[in-house]
């Protein structure tokens, strides 16, 4: 005797060994023995054998119109033998009777199961939804396949196209256009940004990093919503005595801060340190505050930026040349001969902007022997700096002292050594670049004087004001370091803790509130501590404790460091476009430190360039070569070189030690791979790579 049964949603046929409690034990063609439950056993027969069965009821249930047994069907439950003689006669044959059970349970949108071998006939509405449901996922299986056979012949269909980014970094698996991504590319075994690349869909490198960015952190565009009306500036503000002067690069729109000096040649001197005071216009949990917590920080990249805040709070903050500003400013007391501290101030106050320097137009002016050298005079020194002589030098001789006081502290002389990179666009049209300009890059060096007296200034302060809010009980958005020890990186958080990299016993972001919302943050707990003193922390925002502040931390940080990453992305896009349109073949670089996959890392001494290299495994850090670069992806932003020479003499030890290269790799741009896109397949030769990391652009002091 045989059977037929069901096993763990399997039919199966067999010899039956046994029977016996319920239960029998049945012989499969294989060899296999195994145990069934009697209530699983759907039919008993002598002839045919098992598999001769199974292979004539499937043939049977591929005869069945669907359609017409389910006319057939019952509207109560049945058994799939009462389905077989309705469809086929009254003497329906075992195999007749198999296949109609075969077909029953492979038809679940005609057919529900309702227990071993019994079904109900689905309700004709249920039946027409099943049946269009099942039309458009075959029409969907098709469409995959048509895109993925257009991709395959190097095409773009544009609706791959309009989902590019979201196929590559944050896809929805389910959908239609990433599965025919991931269908091309295991049957042309590319990797799917290249496969997306051949097919046309990136019209434009920069574009494709530009609108990747955008699409995870501006998904809604950049654009700004109606903005409400901000309080008024406070016209009642008293207007300071003094003469204030701005220090930036032509491109700053944001100026939020400038400088005053007075009483020079009376042996006491005042420094007026001067930041622009949205506080005062904007109130926390304010519409336009929204606007800037939801940003945390200005975007920059050469040839754009995305601001913080809208254009019109911006215009009527900014610290433009010819307005009297409200301003948030520290007066600090100094001795004139020894440069001294002898007390400070802070007031909220209107400060008369009498000049708007520019780094890019000055550097070259005023520097160190125009500063300390009476008697050298510049032959194309602008007016703007010819009335301002004596206060400069004044203010870089106290930079200097300021410098080197933190210096002592620190324990060691800050070492900036390389150069700030200036870039410009040339023939850019419109707001935003369009990939293809002709780019020019320009070197300002960190330690240049106008530099200098700006960064000790704000470090200033940073400094007074993060000490002041811990004095009053205050708590304010804070940057620290335990130590300068190798791996002891900056932290930020609510308690006011030295910062052993700059030399200072606490350091609050304070001085950059039009482009940083921790430095507005801050400006209204200042603002607090000004207008309140010493019932400041009842009055503040923010009070100790506030889960508010800890998560506008958390987030900022978040923010900072992609946006940091987008910056030195589209600054290495356009450092790989200006060795194209110069045609430079080869430069000279110095190793800085073993990089991936045992290729040394080099850095390019006139470029803002970091690349791995072959030919360089055995060279010590320091190290200067003369390298030929390979082929340039400005997709993937990847440069590889190869070592033609070395430059320097191999006898002289190049490297600073390990402490060095710690500490030096705080401030490095790193090298940036593949790009790191989200479409997996299962072909193992698909790598889309390591994301490349973000860029070490801006100072702890600005």
């Known amino acids: ?107 679940p949108h005609y057919f529900r199961r309702a227990g071993k071998g019994r079904f109900r006939k689905a309700t004709a509405d249920i039946l027409r939804q099943a049946l269009a449901a099942i039309e458009k996922k075959k029409a969907v299986q098709q469409q995959i396949g048509d895109w993925a056979a257009a991709l395959g012949r190097a095409e773009c269909p544009p609706e791959i196209r309009e989902q590019l980014y979201k196929i590559l970094f944050k896809p929805d698996k389910n959908a239609p256009e990433y599965k025919a991504v991931v269908q091309a590319s295991c049957a042309t075994h590319r990797a799917p940004l290249d496969l997306l690349q051949k097919a046309g869909a990136i019209d434009s490198a920069y574009q494709f990093h530009y609108k990747r960015f955008l699409f995870e952190h501006f998904p809604k565009g950049t654009g700004f919503a109606a903005v409400p009306a901000m309080a008024a500036m406070t016209d009642a503000l008293p207007l300071s005595s003094a003469q204030a002067y701005s220090i930036d690069d032509s491109q700053t729109t944001e100026i939020d801060d400038a400088l005053s000096l007075q009483g020079l040649g009376t042996g006491s001197v005042v420094l007026g340190i001067h930041i622009a005071a949205p506080g005062l216009a904007i109130a926390p949990g304010s519409a336009i505050d929204q606007i800037g917590r939801a940003r945390l920080s200005t975007v920059y990249m050469p040839g754009h930026k995305i601001t913080m805040l809208p254009d019109e709070v911006v215009q009527a903050c900014t610290l433009d040349a010819g307005r009297a500003s409200p301003a948030v400013s520290l007066y600090i007391g100094i001795d004139e001969a020894t440069l001294e501290f002898k007390d400070s101030e802070t007031r909220l106050d209107r400060v008369h902007i009498a000049a708007n320097l520019r780094h890019d137009q000055l550097d070259t002016v005023v ?73 020019q890059i320009s070197v300002r060096q960190r330690a240049a004087p106008l530099d200098l007296i700006v960064a000790e200034a704000m470090i200033v302060a940073n400094s007074s004001w993060g000490r002041w809010m811990a004095e009053l009980g205050v708590p304010g958005i804070y940057r620290s370091q335990a130590s300068m020890a190798p791996g002891v990186k900056v932290r930020m958080g609510t308690k006011a803790l030295p910062h052993a990299g700059i030399g200072v016993a606490a350091y609050s972001w304070a001085t950059s509130p039009l482009r940083r919302y921790t430095d507005l943050v801050n400006q209204w707990q200042i603002i607090a501590c000004a207008r309140n003193g010493k019932m400041a922390a009842l009055a503040a925002p923010f009070k100790p404790r506030d889960v508010e502040l800890l998560s506008i931390i958390t987030r900022f940080d978040a923010a900072y460091s992609a946006y940091n990453g987008h910056q030195a992305s589209m600054e290495r896009f356009w450092t790989l476009k200006y060795l194209a349109q110069n045609g430079i073949a080869e430069i000279n670089a110095t190793v800085i430190k073993e990089g991936q996959g045992g290729s040394p890392l080099v850095r390019a001494d006139e470029l803002p360039l970091v690349f791995p290299v072959l030919g360089a495994q055995q060279l010590p850090r320091g190290a200067r070569l003369k390298v030929r670069l390979g082929a340039i992806d400005e997709i993937t932003l990847d440069l590889h070189g190869t070592v033609l020479e070395r430059l ?55």
Request: aromatic share 8%.
């Open 367 to 439: 520097t160190e022997a125009w500063l300390t050298d009476p008697g050298f005079q510049h032959p194309q020194t602008p007016q703007c700096v010819s009335g301002l002589r004596a206060e400069l030098s004044f203010l870089y001789r106290l930079a200097k002292h300021m410098k080197a006081r933190r210096e002592l502290v620190r324990g060691k002389p800050e070492n900036f050594n390389r150069p700030d990179y200036l870039f410009r666009l040339l023939g850019k049209r419109g707001a935003e670049p369009g990939g293809n300009e002709q780019v």
């Open 1 to 107: 005797m045989h059977a037929l049964f069901e096993e763990a949603g399997k039919f199966m046929a067999g010899r039956i060994l046994s029977e016996a409690g319920g239960s029998a034990h049945v012989e499969l063609d294989s060899g296999k023995r195994v145990k069934v439950k009697a209530a699983s056993i759907l039919l008993q027969f002598e002839q045919p054998a098992p598999a001769e069965l199974l292979a004539q009821a499937r043939a049977v249930a591929e005869s069945i119109e669907l359609d017409l047994a389910w006319e057939f069907a019952p509207d109560d439950e049945f058994g799939f033998a009462d389905l077989a003689r309705d469809y086929f006669s009254a003497k329906a044959t075992l195999a007749q009777q198999a296949g109609a059970l075969l077909c029953l349970y492979d038809a």
């Open 648 to 702: 320097d003499d191999p006898a002289q030890r190049s490297d600073d030690g390990p402490l060095a290269e710690a500490e030096d790799a705080q401030d490095e741009t790193p090298v940036a791979g593949p790009i790191a896109i989200a479409v997996q397949v299962d072909e193992p030769d698909i790598d889309p790579g390591p994301d490349p990391g973000p860029s070490a652009s801006g100072r702890e002091d600005r």
